[in-house]
């Protein structure tokens, strides 16, 4: 789950932080009167959960209250990356020295949390990545001794900041460390972290991934989920217990187990096709789970077809193929479906559908080249 950046950002502040004064509006007049509030140039920023918002005219920045409230007009009509604007930070102007990247997240090859720092953050930090990762610098972090000076003065070395500027670098990567740590995050990212001229250093964006699997550790941070930018049929299959992932694809798929449904996508991408989801209706599924796994799979216009793929273990194949009975029989003008049950209580199931005419298939192998000449309409 990720965070919006102004909830990111009080997140930062209560682990000391430092980040411009601001608070989020939901309409112009709204903004405006932050920006009166904070008596001084502000920067107007669209709340969305994706990055490159600068880049797509979602951040700018007014002299004035009343500039404040027709630039938030503007940004809360916008759309950027398929996601509505709906909220905006308004926090104080800064002038900007020097943009820097901070960020916390978990190396999967070294199996440890590392910090990354590079001089040249911003909006161009993908392109430095690529282009000069030299510039980037990255140290692992022992969990049990967690953030410690020498370390960050070596990263401060590493990536030649100034060295007036080292205690309070140390002091904001500490913070971070703490944020990580306490808040269950799998990134934790400050880009840019500011030099202001001044001679401040400031949070001026933040990013947080949480830790789904940490959530329940963290009932307040529920709370902070905007449903407004996820995709429907997710919320809808969460609310009834099912993993589904909506992909690029024509191919859906209803499979039983996580480790099933990945060999599913592999399988029906390896004979050519594209699934059109990962879906996961979990061990010892009912018929009305079942049914509401192929109803949320029907609703997606991109499907042509479906590959229906259980193993029945703990999951009874016949409570599936009841699943599928409920809503093929009243579904009309339907894809096509290929179904391929196996395991505990196959024959049953066999039975259920043929009474409804419908077929199945035997091999996995068989089923997926099946479905997806079918979506392609052959
Ligand atoms: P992102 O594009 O979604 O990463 O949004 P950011 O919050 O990182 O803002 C993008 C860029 O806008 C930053 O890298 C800054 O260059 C600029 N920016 C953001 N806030 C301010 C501000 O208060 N003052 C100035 N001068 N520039 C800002
Ligand atoms: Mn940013």
Redesign the pocket.
């Known amino acids: 789950m990720r965070l919006h950046?102004y909830q990111s950002k009080q997140i930062f502040s209560k682990f000391g932080i430092p980040i411009?004064r601001g608070r989020v509006a939901n309409n112009a007049s709204n903004a405006r009167q932050i920006a009166e509030e904070l008596m001084t140039k502000?920067?107007v920023?669209?709340q969305v959960l994706?990055?490159?918002?600068?880049?797509?005219g979602?951040?700018l920045?007014a002299e004035s209250p009343e500039m404040a409230e027709t630039l938030a007009t503007k940004i809360l009509s916008m759309t950027i990356n398929q996601l509505p604007v709906h909220k905006v930070l308004v926090?104080?102007?800064?002038?900007?020295e020097q943009?820097l990247y901070l960020g916390i997240t978990i190396d999967r090859e070294l199996c440890l949390p590392v910090i990354i720092a590079s001089a040249q953050?911003?909006?161009e930090i993908e392109d430095t990545a690529q282009k000069t990762p030299e510039k980037i610098a990255k140290m692992p972090i022992p969990i049990l001794l967690g953030v410690k000076e020498y370390q960050i003065r070596n990263l401060s070395l590493a990536i030649d900041l100034p060295k007036k500027y080292w205690r309070p670098f140390f002091l904001i990567s500490q913070g971070l460390w703490q944020v990580f740590r306490q808040t269950d995050v799998v990134l934790a990212e400050i880009?840019?972290l500011?030099i202001t001229e001044k001679g401040d250093l400031l949070a001026?964006?933040?990013?947080i991934e949480l830790d789904d699997n940490a959530l329940f550790r963290h009932e307040e941070l529920l709370e902070l989920r905007d449903l407004d930018m996820e995709d429907e049929v997710e919320i809808e299959a969460r609310k009834v217990g099912i993993s589904y992932i909506r992909l690029n694809g024509n191919v859906g798929c209803m499979v039983n187990g996580a480790g099933l449904a990945m060999a599913t996508m592999d399988v029906i991408k390896h004979f050519g096709g594209e699934p059109a989801n990962f879906l996961d209706i979990g061990g010892g599924a009912s018929a009305e789970k079942v049914a509401a796994a192929l109803r949320l799979i029907l609703s997606d216009p991109k499907v042509k077809s479906v590959l229906v793929n259980i193993f029945g273990g703990i999951t009874r194949c016949d409570e599936v193929a009841r699943g599928m009975v409920q809503i093929l029989t009243k579904v009309s003008n339907r894809v096509p479906i290929v179904i391929r049950l196996e395991g505990n209580h196959a024959r049953e199931a066999q039975e259920i559908l043929m009474q409804q005419h419908i077929q199945t298939v035997v091999s996995f192998t068989e089923a997926a080249k099946e479905a997806i000449k079918l979506a392609r309409g052959e």
């Open positions: 950046e411009p502000v920067v920023k669209a994706s990055g490159g918002r600068g880049k797509a979602g951040i920045l926090d104080e102007a800064v002038d900007i943009e953050g911003g909006v880009n840019p500011v001026l964006d933040g990013k």
